[in-house]
């Protein structure tokens, strides 16, 4: 099982500003893909990264992959109480169709 | 977008009982996925598939069982429950567009 680390694990902050969550690992990965999960709902996929340093971006959040292919972030610009949330990331090994996920970092966005 | 259904949403059984959960996708993927999240520890591969029988253990398989008699339809059951393993269920198969996955919407299992 290889191991992803997540940080901050908690993250408040006032509507329009930003943030940053981060995702690290030793481990090398394939592919790396960031979740969004609401109370009583199953994570919805973000976002994929494939190739080291790629840059990714949807509407005000940029996703971002390591050079290394073992870290990525999250960057949520001007943040809305919508984006209030888990983010979860996951790893895909390059032999492996199995994904090992972090333990999540959850986001409040006060309006 | 439904594709992938869990049954039941949420279930409380005693310790000792066996209990069932249904995953459901009308997608036709061969592979099949089942997780378990709990505060602090985020997903945890349980048990998945790759194709109709055929099933392996993830990282947390011990007190678990699966099985896939048919492609739609992937069964996990826990023979004896204890309190450990009270924690949600997710079934997830891979996404349609993108490398990732597609998760169900969980069952809340609470074992007393």
Known sequence: ?111 | DAGITQSPRHKVTETGTPVTLRCHQTENHRYMYWYRQDPGHGLRLIHYSYGVKDTDKGEVSDGYSVSRSKTEDFLLTLESATSSQTSVYFCAIPAPEDIGYTFGSGTRLTVV
Do not use: M
Request: hydrophobic fraction near 35%; include cysteine; charged fraction near 20%.
């Open chain 1, 1 to 111: 099982t290889q191991l992803l680390e997540q940080s901050p694990q908690f993250l408040s902050i006032q509507e329009g500003e930003n943030l940053t969550v981060y995702c690290n690992s030793s481990s090398v990965f394939s592919s790396l893909q960031w979740y969004r999960q609401e109370p009583g709902e199953g994570p919805v996929l973000l976002v994929t990264v494939v190739t080291g340093g790629e840059v990714k971006k949807l509407k005000r959040l940029t996703f971002q992959f390591g050079d290394a292919r073992k870290d990525s972030s999250l960057h949520i610009t001007a943040a809305q109480p919508g984006d209030t949330g888990l983010y979860l990331c996951a790893g895909a090994a390059f032999d492996d169709y199995k994904l090992s996920f972090g333990a999540g970092t959850t986001v409040t966005v006060r309006a």
